[in-house]
């Protein structure tokens, strides 16, 4: 069985800095991208930053350059690195993973828990 596990989430003040982690544990044969949403109250789920096989990555033009996403392969493990913080970056972060889950499986869809980061003015 698969899961996806953040942590590093808080609170901070506007300026500050947050660094998300993300392990994605079980029996995994191939991760093909996996990377970070959001969703604020009232408003739909967002793409934050994804990286994919090869280390291309992607991010919403909301927090280029100021967010950045990192991998440990041997740890399965995905960061962000969320710096310059705004209060609309206040939300719910989600980790996403399209991942190959054991032999015979097909590439599935897999979400975290999620974890609050909240940013004050």
């Known amino acids: 069985q698969v899961q996806l596990v953040e942590s590093g989430g808080g609170s901070v003040q506007a300026g500050g800095s947050l660094r998300l982690s993300c392990v994605a544990s079980?029996?995994?044969?191939?991760?093909?991208?996996m990377g970070w949403y959001r969703q604020a109250p009232g408003k739909q789920r967002e793409l934050v930053a994804v990286m994919i096989t090869g280390g291309t990555t992607n991010y919403a033009d909301s927090v280029k350059g100021r967010f950045t996403i990192a991998r440990d392969n041997a740890r399965n493990t995905r960061y962000l690195q969320m710096n310059s913080l705004k209060p609309e970056d206040t939300a719910v972060y989600y980790c996403?993973?399209?991942?190959?889950?054991?032999?015979?499986?097909?590439?599935?869809?897999?979400w975290g828990q999620g974890t609050q980061v909240t940013v004050s003015s």
């Open positions: 996403n993973a399209h991942l190959l889950a054991g032999l015979g499986s097909n590439w599935g869809d897999y």
């Open positions: 079980g029996s995994i044969l191939a991760i093909k991208d």
